[in-house]
């Protein structure tokens, strides 16, 4: 609908850590999917996906809606896939 590829939409996907209940933001291009294994590993302990409750709280918005920016509690853990990162001349 607005002239992108998949691969340049932004999914902002919001986890909590199972122990200490501490916000992951991942943002990752449209096309990729979270390996929540490696996320685990580079956090330390399990993750589980944030409930609506959880993900409002925090970021202020409902699931699907989340923004990548601007939320209403600030998230010290945030990973961005690195294919977001490629930039195109």
Request: contains cysteine; neutral net charge; proline residues 3%.
């Amino acid at each position: 609908t607005i002239g992108c590829d998949v691969a340049q939409i932004v999914k902002s996907l919001l986890f909590r850590s199972e122990k200490t209940n501490q916000p992951i933001l991942i943002l990752a291009s449209g096309i990729n999917r979270v390996n929540e294994k490696t996320i685990e590993r580079l956090v330390g302990e399990k993750i589980v996906k944030a409930n609506a409750d959880f993900t409002r709280e925090i970021t202020g918005f409902a699931i699907g809606g989340v923004p990548p920016i601007v939320h209403k509690i600030t998230i010290n853990t945030i990973f961005i896939d690195e294919d977001l990162l490629k930039h195109e001349t």
